[in-house]
């Protein structure tokens, strides 16, 4: 599996559209939120798109490039200290 050039945590509305507006510029984008029905959501409404899901933290990272770049899109508070 190739890496994905930068990663969305948190798919909530800011994020999904994020992410859907980072993949139509080009960028080939990892997906991940703490509840996977959300990430699972996405990729099925976004069926044929430079998106990779995954489903754990360790998983998100991993398919990362070099130097890591994420855009948090969470909650302050217990959402954002869970990550």
Known sequence: MSKQQIGVAGLAVMGKNLALNMESKGFAV?????????????????EGKNFVGTFSIEEFV?????PRKIM?????GGPTDAL
């Open 62 to 66: 991993q398919s990362l490039e070099t």
């Open 30 to 46: 990892a997906l991940y939120n703490r509840s996977p029905e959300k990430t699972k959501e996405l990729l099925a409404e976004a």
């Open 72 to 76: 948090m899109m969470v909650k302050a």
